[in-house]
């Protein structure tokens, strides 16, 4: 078991579920990785060893990541955009972040906590159009001031001109995710 809890540290997402990875006895020699549902699924072949395998995955999880890395915004820029739409839309809300971070969070969009005014974003986000980013980093830059999601919350947040296209939106990718996120897996 040590050999097993060692792979799964080398390689973080294992055993929050977020790697899945499947023999396939079609495939003989290549290995390919791909994003679906929130999570990568690496396809091996079915005759490769478990030695192999531990040696393959973490790689091919490395390129995936990579690319992804490539196309997301800094955690800078999400702060010093959090202060560009309060700016627009809630002008007279002058609580900042003092941090505004991703997070691999699969039950909800972003949290912030008032106590110490830290913003968290679900890194499923790192692939969405801007305009849907945007919407829950203004989201929970409101959270900075109002707690609970009240009247006075809510107008707020309905200054967000792309409100509705935006919770269209991530209503449908949870909708999709929910149908989609365990892949099958070939015996
Ligand atoms: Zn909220």
């Not at 792979?7 to 290549?30: A, C, M």
């Not at 309060?86 to 972003?110: D, F, K, N, Q």
């Not at 005014?117 to 203004?138: E, G, K």
């Not at 990718?173 to 897996?185: G, I, K, N, Q, R």
Request: hydrophobic share 40%; charged share 30%; glycine share 6%.
């Amino acid at each position: 078991m040590a050999k097993e809890d060692d792979f799964d540290q080398q390689l973080p997402g294992l055993n929050e579920g977020e790697i899945i990875v499947i023999r396939s006895k079609r495939r003989k020699r290549t290995i390919s990785a791909y994003r679906q549902g929130g999570r990568i699924v690496v396809s091996i072949p079915a005759r490769l060893t478990k030695a192999e395998e531990r040696s393959a995955v973490p790689e091919m999880v490395a390129k995936i990541r990579a690319q992804e890395i490539e196309k997301t915004v800094d955690e800078s820029a999400l702060a010093t955009r959090v202060d560009e739409l309060l700016g627009l839309y809630a002008p007279e809300i002058s609580e900042r972040p003092v941090s505004v971070t991703w997070r691999m969070m699969r039950e909800r969009w972003g949290s912030c906590t008032n106590l110490d005014a830290t913003i968290r974003i679900s890194s499923r986000l790192q692939r969405t159009p801007a305009y849907v980013l945007d919407f829950v980093l203004f989201h929970e830059a409101v959270h900075l001031r109002y707690g609970d999601h009240g009247p006075a919350f809510k107008a707020v947040l309905a200054r967000y001109p792309m409100e509705g296209l935006a919770q269209a939106y991530l209503d449908g990718y949870e909708a999709a995710e929910s149908d989609l996120t365990v892949p099958d897996l070939p015996n």
